[in-house]
């Protein structure tokens, strides 16, 4: 769903990849320099039987074949990615740090995150957190849960009777971590799934 207002900003790009949705926000929209792809994904967790069915053992190498994909189609772009990642990454924060990133050369945004710190209430970091983690280093990108208005965006995304976790994330390219006003994670009681609202300002 798209507000009408903004419509003609907005465009799907891609919806070809399982559990991935491409759309690009004009850059009129926010007054930036790029177009803003954003990425709308779900990872399955490790023990899902959907990868008996693809030669695979963690969805998040479709989300860098996605980032790469994209990188070569727009030449130049900002990445938003939101969803349900299953990976839980406590309070690690990325830097430009990875071996595939010197390949990338300068089509990903890589100026250093301008916060180096995150809080979390999820103290966690598994196989798929730092997986998450060395993708978002290869490709310029800060987590935003905790790094701002920390009380409200270090919560718990994930909230159940046999546990709680942070597994729902933004996360974007540096420069627009810059634009990012306010991120919060909302209390709600008719899913285990808390919504994740980001707010962002124009450049």
């Known amino acids: 769903m798209v507000r ?3 419509a003609r900003f907005v465009k799907i790009i891609d919806t070809t990849r399982d559990h991935i949705i491409v759309a690009e926000l004009s850059k009129e929209l926010l007054g930036l320099e790029k177009n803003v792809e954003l990425i709308s994904v779900y990872i399955p967790p490790p023990t899902s039987p959907y990868y008996r069915t693809v030669d695979s053992n963690c969805h998040l190498q479709e989300l ?3 980032l790469i994909d994209l990188l070569e189609q727009k030449d130049e772009c900002y990445f938003l990615i939101c969803g349900d ?3 839980r990454t406590a309070n690690i924060q990325v830097n430009r740090d990875c071996d595939a990133a010197d390949s990338l050369g300068d089509e990903v945004d890589n100026r250093e995150p301008f916060v180096h710190t995150r809080v979390s209430d999820d103290v966690v970091i598994n196989d798929f957190g730092n997986i998450f983690a060395n993708v978002c280093a290869c490709f310029g990108l800060s987590i935003l849960n905790g790094m701002c208005d920390a009380t409200n965006s270090s919560k718990f995304t994930f909230v159940a009777s046999q546990g709680s976790s942070t597994v729902d994330y933004f996360a974007s390219s ?3 971590s810059d634009l990012v ?3 919060s994670v909302s209390d709600r009681v ?3 799934h808390m919504p994740v609202e ?3 300002d124009g450049g």
Do not use: D, F, G, Y
């Open 4 to 6: 009408k207002s903004i």
């Open 85 to 87: 990642l299953n990976s």
């Open 181 to 183: 006003s306010s991120m």
């Open 198 to 200: 980001l707010i962002v």
């Open 64 to 66: 860098e074949s996605c």
């Open 190 to 192: 008719e899913s285990a």
């Open 174 to 176: 540096h420069t627009l």
